[in-house]
């Protein structure tokens, strides 16, 4: 008896205008593993996820089962609901299922790699599936253009904050309008980003309220399409909407972002190498990062570490960590003693080296006890998502910020036991 694992995958385009939900698919390829009397593994769904790219945790998760060869078989709806890219549809068939003997079936397209016939039908079909997608990409951009020439706005993604898109035309919407011309007067009287999210903390937009940290304001500050412009592929021509700005204001504001900017760089970050320690030391508690913020006024400024899931934790819904800010003069001062101690004394030197302390185990377990924090966020993320309790829109960058973390966490680990390793080896050979 087959032991499947069904794996199911929708973007919302494709659920809107195809009829591909995820229940559907389900209750499918369910009937269709009863009927052959297969035994059901497990059900893999990525809801909300695009065909193009292999970043979909239950994909991965998918893959990470099928090397410890958990089933024998995979199972889905359509070839292109594993993948629209050839180069990709080909690596998971041969590189991951085949490789650890797991065939793979598609019900619709009724072929699975068991046969030769099978085989030789999954390169076709994958070859038509990347041509169907390379079309679908060229008819969008083409039909994006044929608007943008047109003075149109290009109808896709996000309606700019400010207008409503009515009848294939974006119309201002009076409340968000204010608000857009009140952002750019607060940035004309040198608020920063952030005072102005807190400004317009009691206004709301289609999108919710206004947040601070998020890049809502700047890009509504550098948007060309509140003075009525549309952005072609060949730069900016007047659109046929109503402008919010005139071009006198907009301009004035760019020359204030530029400062802001070339201030935010200078002053408000530790990633231009202005702090010693910035991005090295990792929090204990939680293994996050250590950068550089500070408080006060221009005057009497105070510069601080402080731990990355403390400073930013509403970004992302991660536990805010309680572990203690730290003035940057201490703990440099404290680090660079040390390495003086360190080169002036060389029994000190030695009992440094041989300590317990100096060991990288205890940096493993808190990227590993971190890396499982993001994996529990990812999942619930997607499980609200799976749930109906929140847009795509509204989970995309969350995503995207936990999978980018999650990533770099992998990394570290894998360096970081590699040092472990490392230095047992030189302390066996001395």
Known sequence: MKKVAIYVRVSTQEQAVEGYSISEQIDRLTKFCEAHSWKIYKVYTDPGFSGGNMNRPSLQKLFADCT????????????????????????IIEDLFLTNHVDFISMSENFDTSTPFGRAMIGILSVFAQLEREQIKERMAMGREGRAKQG???????????YDFINDYLIPNEYEAAQVKQIFDLAIRGYSYSDIARSMSGYTT???????????????????????????????????????????????????????????KKEHTGHYGQYLLSGLCRCAS?????????????????????????????????????????RVEVLDNAVLNEIRHLQLD??????????????????????NKRLE????????????????????????????????????????????TADQKDTADFKWRF
Request: charged share 25%; net charge positive.
């Open 68 to 91: 410890q060869k958990r089933f024998d078989t995979v199972l889905v709806y359509k070839l292109e609901r594993l993948s629209r890219s050839q180069k990709d549809t080909l690596y």
């Open 152 to 162: 149109k706005w290009h109808g896709g993604g996000n309606v700019p904050i400010g």
């Open 206 to 264: 289609k999108y919710g309220p206004y947040k601070v940290g998020y890049n809502t304001i700047s890009l509504i500050l550098q948007n060309p399409i509140y003075i009525g412009k549309i952005k072609t592929n060949t730069g900016y021509i007047n659109g046929i909407h109503e402008p919010l700005i005139d071009e006198t204001t907009f301009n004035e504001v760019q020359k204030k972002v530029t400062q802001i900017a070339e201030y935010y």
């Open 286 to 326: 939680c293994g996050a990062t250590y950068s550089a913020h500070y408080v006060g006024t221009k005057k009497h400024r105070y510069k601080y570490y402080k731990c990355r899931n403390r400073a930013y934790n509403w970004r992302d819904g991660s536990p805010k960590c309680m572990s203690p800010n730290i």
């Open 346 to 367: 060389p029994d000190y030197f030695d009992e440094v080296s041989n300590s317990p302390a100096a060991d990288s185990s205890s940096l493993v377990e808190t990227l």
């Open 373 to 416: 924090n993001i994996q529990k966020q990812i999942a619930r993320t997607i499980r609200l998502y799976s749930l109906g309790s929140v847009e795509e829109k509204d989970i995309e960058n969350q995503l995207q910020i936990l999978y980018s973390e999650r990533d770099t966490l992998s990394l570290e680990i894998e360096n970081a």
